[in-house]
């Protein structure tokens, strides 16, 4: 009913794999300085009748993010708190899910290093129905807060937006699965993205400037498991 996992990582990152400098130049981490990341799994028993063999998710981790320019301050350590749960419901084949993200210390990477844009959370609701044995409908709705979001906006080469910040972000998807042979899937997936603060972050170029609240992602994807 219980699974703990525990590791031990160079950084808790978005950075690259072994993203940090040995060297202990201002902005690098220490060679001996690692992270901590962890899950705690609970799985409901058959006496929970139509709710079992739902899980429920409890992680947290700890440590150094990517190393920033050489010559900046160093990263504060990040700490990330994720809470989810994978529920079934007396429906047969559907299934409900939900998941919070709480990160202290984002560590947004940059172009030429990384910065450290303060506090995020994200806020995620899935639904999932069993079509057929080989057709899958989900559905899943995220809301998503933080100042890091201002920083990711490539029109500004990872500087912020002082004028017009994003700092929120409302997201619904929907995705058809088919497997279509064996190792095979299929998938079609229709994202709608909305700036929830009156900002314009979607659109414009690469060096233009962003001029639309909303963007419109439609994907089809041919996937093989190997």
């Keep these: 009913m219980f699974t703990a996992q525990v590791g031990v990582a160079n950084t808790v990152t978005t950075g690259g794999i072994n993203a940090r400098n ?14 901590i990341v962890s899950l705690l799994t609970v799985t409901s028993p058959d006496s929970w009748g139509f709710a079992k063999g739902s899980s429920f998710y409890v992680g947290f981790d700890h440590g150094p993010g990517p190393n920033p320019n050489v010559g900046a301050v160093h990263l504060a350590d990040r700490n990330h708190l994720y809470l989810g749960a994978t ?20 560590d947004v990477p940059v172009f030429g290093g990384a910065v450290d844009a303060g506090y995020t959370s994200a806020f995620a609701g899935y639904v999932s129905y069993k079509l057929t044995d080989k057709a899958t409908l989900s559905g899943r709705a995220e809301y998503v807060r933080g100042t890091a979001l201002a920083y990711m906006d490539a029109a500004n080469n990872g500087t912020p937006i002082t004028a017009d910040p994003w700092n929120k972000v409302l997201a619904l998807t929907a995705t058809f699965d088919y497997a279509l042979w064996a190792n095979v899937t299929s998938r079609l997936e229709a994202r709608w993205d909305h700036a929830a603060d009156g900002s314009h972050p979607f659109g414009g170029t690469a060096f233009g400037v962003p001029t639309k609240k909303n963007e419109l992602m439609l994907a089809a994807n041919l996937i093989y498991k190997f």
């Design 87 to 106: 529920v079934n419901t007396p429906v047969k084949d559907l299934t409900v899910g939900a998941a919070w993200d709480s990160i202290w210390d984002t």
């Design 22 to 35: 040995a060297s202990g130049t201002a902005g690098a981490t220490i060679e001996t300085k690692k992270a």
